[in-house]
């Protein structure tokens, strides 16, 4: 059973950076594995950010970034905004089959 | 534009079998496979598998293998999920999720609520 396990909650102040990681059981995350990353407020659908690891959509804000970092994948807020605060999803992909992380709360305070 | 509208919400009592339907529009369907994803109450973001909408050969997830079925109808760009003998524990939001070899995991439905109980 591949676990992929992120950070239960962050908090992180108005105009800050903060990084979200994104790990797997089986050892270091690689583009091999798609990383994509998710944003969802309570109530909505989940938004898609980034995928492939550093590729962004047409829609995600420039403050978002995606890496590949000491063998996980991560997810960089620059100058963060309140409409920031939400809960975070990486999701990978091992051989067509997709695993989750557990979520990042970010709290933006 | 890009856009998955999916059914409405549906109270399903134990045992019953409930289908829930994605219906695609601004694209091509058949060039783009379907992720289905579940939230239970309060709970994260399970993968539960997806599609191939080309060959309609579809891919499970552990624990989501038996009583749950994709399945499509490529007339209308829709892509259904079927949830045979329902537990409570089955009570979540559904969602589709289209996914491009290049885009990953674009655009997602609105989710579909299903609650199960007696």
């Known amino acids: 059973q591949t676990v992929v396990t992120q950070e239960p909650s962050l908090t992180v102040s108005p105009g800050g950076t903060v990084t979200l990681t994104c790990a797997s059981s089986r050892g270091a995350v690689t583009s091999d594995y798609s990383p994509n990353w998710f944003q969802q407020k309570p109530g909505q659908a989940p938004r898609a950010l980034i995928y492939s690891a550093t590729n962004k959509h047409s829609w995600t804000p420039a403050r978002f970034s995606g890496s590949l970092l000491g063998g996980k994948a991560a997810l960089t807020l620059s100058g963060v905004q309140p409409e920031d605060e939400a809960e975070y999803y990486c999701l990978l992909y091992y051989g067509g089959v997709g695993v989750f992380g557990g979520g990042t709360k970010l709290t933006v305070l | 534009q890009v856009q998955l509208v999916q059914s409405g919400s549906e109270l399903k009592k134990p045992g019953a079998s409930v289908k829930v339907s994605c219906k695609a529009s601004?694209?091509?369907?058949?060039?783009?496979?379907m992720n289905w994803v579940r939230q239970a109450p309060g709970q994260g973001l399970e993968w539960m598998g997806w599609?191939?909408?080309?060959?309609?050969?579809?891919t499970y997830a552990q624990g989501f293998t038996g009583r749950f079925v994709f399945s499509l109808d490529t007339s209308v760009s829709t892509a259904y999920l079927l949830i045979s003998s329902l537990k409570a524990e089955d009570t979540a939001v559904y969602y589709c999720?289209?996914?491009?070899?290049?885009?990953?995991?674009?655009?997602w439905g609105q989710g579909t609520l299903v609650t199960v109980s007696s």
């Open positions: 999720a289209r996914d491009g070899a290049v885009t990953g995991t674009d655009y």
């Open positions: 601004g694209y091509t369907f058949t060039r783009y496979a």
């Open positions: 599609i191939n909408t080309d060959t309609g050969n579809p």
